[in-house]
């Protein structure tokens, strides 16, 4: 079972930054690759107004989503993988990135896309109930929300994707406010997309 009961915060992501400037190998795995692959795949439109990316880190999916988003606000806790996103995607004018804790900042927006990709394990259960209320609160009618997790077990984070995902699920019961639409598990992550109702 996971031991951090509290959400991680921008200490801890400041520190593995220090460490490493691609401490996940977001640039280089083939896993993560394929993820992002998986991940555009699921996406129902062609085309979605406005975005907005949780956890953007250096980029690397900021960049392939630039092809599908009219706009796009990516934020990350640490504001040091952000100076690579912000080159990355210096000539995307459509791109704008921000230093944000969630959920105690959040954009004053409504989204028809929002993406909650490998960082809602680093929550603890309140502050993930606070995020989910604000994530539904911003998604704009019939707009798509879309969690992308790794799945076993970390022992530095207060929760495993699958507790992340199944707290999502609560709202898409008959009287909920989210249609669950795609379902995929992979052997090391798991993926789903909702859609909040009219």
């Known amino acids: 079972m996971p031991t951090q009961p509290t959400t991680l915060n ?4 400041d520190d593995v930054y220090k460490a490493n400037s ?3 190998s977001f640039e280089t795995s083939s896993y993560e690759r394929q993820k992002y ?3 555009l795949a699921a996406l129902p439109n062609t085309q979605y107004e406005n975005a907005f990316e ?11 989503l630039t092809e599908r988003c009219q ?3 990516a934020v990350d806790a640490s504001e040091l993988p952000l100076k690579t996103a912000r080159a990355r995607l210096a000539n995307q004018p459509n791109v704008t990135i921000r230093q944000m804790a969630i959920p105690d900042e959040f954009p004053d927006d409504t989204f028809d896309l929002i993406l909650l ?5 680093y929550f603890s259960k309140p502050d993930l109930g ?5 994530l539904v609160d911003h998604l704009a009618p019939n707009g798509h929300l879309l969690l992308v997790h790794w799945t076993p077990v970390v022992h530095d984070y207060p929760l495993t994707g699958d507790d992340v995902h199944d707290f999502f699920l ?22 789903d997309l909702f859609q909040k109702k009219k």
């Open 170 to 191: 609560e709202l898409a019961q008959p009287d909920g406010t989210l249609t669950h639409v795609v379902n995929q598990r992979a052997e090391t992550y798991r993926l």
């Open 117 to 121: 990709s490998e960082v809602g394990y």
């Open 22 to 24: 691609d401490p996940w």
């Open 71 to 73: 706009r796009i606000l």
């Open 10 to 13: 921008q200490t801890y992501f």
């Open 130 to 134: 606070r995020v989910r209320q604000l």
């Open 54 to 64: 949780i956890g953007c880190s250096i980029g690397v999916l900021t960049q392939l």
């Open 37 to 39: 692959e998986a991940t």
